[in-house]
């Protein structure tokens, strides 16, 4: 029974190792986005090997590396269209994307508009123009 106890210990504490290795790899992803997080980057940069990174974001976050990235790169360029008149291929590489045609596929493919139009979307632009002024009606 000690044996027993002492394997899960060392087990719950390789997974807890685990989770908090992976929670590192997000926060560093949610704050370094606009730069190169390659998995080759990141496995360095973690000191684990390329094999090894995949499985375990995998695992702990229910999304891949490239998956996590990319949703953080767009949620970082909606703020960003949002909040500015920064040109759209200005935007791109804020976020870290250095192809505006594939930046603009990205965000059409999670956000179902393309960046100019949902940047219209929030700044009014894209609501009907009424036809006649309420007063002008009898």
């Known amino acids: 029974q000690l044996l027993t106890e002492i394997?899960?210990?060392?087990?719950?504490?390789?997974?807890s190792e685990h989770?908090?290795?992976?929670?590192?790899?997000?926060?560093?992803?949610?704050e370094n986005y606009d730069q190169d997080l390659s998995l080759e980057v990141?496995?360095?940069?973690?000191?684990v090997t390329k094999s090894y990174l995949p499985?375990?974001?995998?695992a702990q976050m229910g999304l891949t590396r490239s998956e996590y990235l990319t949703q953080v790169r767009i949620q970082a360029a909606k703020e960003i269209l949002r909040k500015s008149n920064t040109p759209i291929h200005e935007v791109a590489k804020m976020v870290g994307v250095d192809n505006i045609s594939y930046f603009i596929k990205l965000f059409k493919k999670y956000e179902q508009l393309t960046p100019h139009a949902y940047r219209n979307k929030w700044s009014g632009k894209d609501s009907p123009v009424p036809l006649f002024k309420a007063s002008e009606s009898k």
């Open 42 to 47: 990141l496995a360095e940069k973690f000191n």
């Open 55 to 58: 499985r375990q974001f995998k």
């Open 7 to 15: 394997v899960l210990n060392a087990e719950s504490t390789a997974n």
């Open 19 to 30: 989770a908090n290795y992976v929670q590192d790899v997000a926060q560093y992803i949610d």
